[in-house]
């Protein structure tokens, strides 16, 4: 199963969740525009190093269950590309998206 969820971010913008129900795990991420944060399936190191080019916006959260607690977790890891907009690790998800729109 899949659903994908409109999230309203304090400042107004609206960004898109989207949850996909796997067997014994499901795959959840958030995305703007430019960028996107994700759950723990997330691989930032190959989009650091092998998908450098592409200059991927994205952060990783870990031990979320739900779209809602991806909204508000830390990020664990976040792209470099990530960082040149001042997302960086520890960051709330939520305040992370707003840097990306």
Excluded: Q, W
Aim: hydrophobic residues 50%.
């Amino acid at each position: 199963m899949m659903r994908m969820i409109p999230f309203t971010l304090e400042n107004g913008e609206t960004v898109l969740g989207v949850e996909v129900n796997l067997p014994k795990t499901n795959l959840l991420a958030i995305t703007t525009d430019k960028g996107y944060i994700m759950c723990g399936a997330l691989d930032v190191a190959l989009l650091n190093e092998r998908l450098k080019h592409r200059e991927i916006i994205a952060g990783r959260a870990v031990g979320v269950r739900t779209l809602e607690e991806l909204m508000e977790a830390p990020l664990e890891s976040v792209t470099f590309t990530a960082e040149k907009l001042g997302i960086v690790a520890g960051m709330k998800g939520s305040d992370a998206l707003r840097l990306m729109l």
